[in-house]
């Protein structure tokens, strides 16, 4: 059974700077993806951010030159980093993995106040 334990999210003013970190533990195929989606209430999931095992990154375009993932393969950890923050990205963010299946976090909750 793969757990993600997910931190790092809070409230914060508009051009801010937050990071969120996702640890996963059990047994873990070497070769997965790891990465981001977020929810607003009312909305679909949308995806923030990938990064594989292999280091590929993908970004949502809303995303891009603000937010940077990263990961620590050894550690089975990534993170991200999101700078300049709008009150647009506000939503739960969730951790996920996938291997052989989808795993997801628990959802942490980013405010971004004007």
């Known amino acids: 059974q793969v757990q993600l334990v997910e931190s790092g999210g809070g409230l914060v003013q508009a051009g801010g700077s937050l990071r969120l970190s996702c640890a996963a533990s059990?047994?873990?195929?070497?070769?997965?993806?790891m990465g981001w989606y977020r929810r607003v209430p009312g909305k679909q999931r949308d995806l923030v951010a990938t990064?594989?095992?292999?280091?590929?990154?993908t970004y949502a375009d809303s995303v891009k030159g603000r937010f940077t993932i990263s990961r620590d393969n050894a550690k089975n950890t990534v993170d991200l980093q999101m700078n300049s923050l709008k009150p647009e990205d506000t939503a739960v963010y969730y951790c996920?993995?996938?291997?052989?299946?989808?795993?997801w976090g628990q959802g942490t909750q980013v405010t971004v106040s004007s």
């Open positions: 996920y993995l996938l291997d052989l299946m989808y795993y």
């Open positions: 059990g047994s873990i195929f070497s070769t997965n993806i």
């Open positions: 990064i594989s095992s292999g280091g590929s990154i």
